[in-house]
């Protein structure tokens, strides 16, 4: 929510998505998409992809945020959140297609930069680093896609 408010307040059109309550005053839109709170998972097993209840209530968020988001609509998509919503926001689509890449604008190892490429943030400041396709850019000062 920092991100878009600092994005919001330089002048850029910030619309956030999310399942919590509205803050008044914010100047981003803001789209509610819900789920299923994690209090409800507190008891469910840890297993590799659900490693503990926030990535159930992921998971349960991941139908209203494909409902809310048209790919089509947005220059980029930022998220902190792993693995369900970062795989939603990059997965193919027929019904809303994303825009094609670039053809004209390359990261600096040639590759084509999309049009809007989805960023993930982690907090973790050396979690990329188990990700070899994560490494490797980032070493190289690219764009991380």
């Known amino acids: 929510m920092a991100i878009a408010k600092e994005l919001a307040k330089v002048g850029d059109i910030v619309t956030l998505i999310g399942a919590g309550k509205l ?28 490693r503990n209840e926030y990535a ?6 991941i139908p209203g945020l494909l409902g809310a988001y048209n790919p089509s609509e947005y220059d980029v998509t930022v998220t902190c959140s792993y ?3 970062n795989w939603a926001l990059r997965r193919p689509s027929l019904r809303k297609p994303r825009p094609r890449m670039s053809l004209s604008h390359r990261t600096e190892t040639g590759r084509p930069l ?3 490429p989805s960023i993930f943030i982690s907090g973790a400041k050396d979690w990329y680093v188990q990700i ?6 980032i070493r190289r000062g690219g764009v991380v896609e």
């Open 83 to 85: 693995p369900f919503t």
């Open 56 to 61: 159930y209530e992921e998971l349960t968020f």
């Open 114 to 116: 999309p049009i809007n």
């Open 23 to 50: 803050r008044g005053g914010m100047p981003y839109r803001f789209v509610r998409a819900g789920c299923i709170g994690r209090e409800k998972f507190e008891s469910f097993p840890a297993l590799p992809v659900f």
């Open 132 to 137: 070899p396709i994560f490494s490797r850019e």
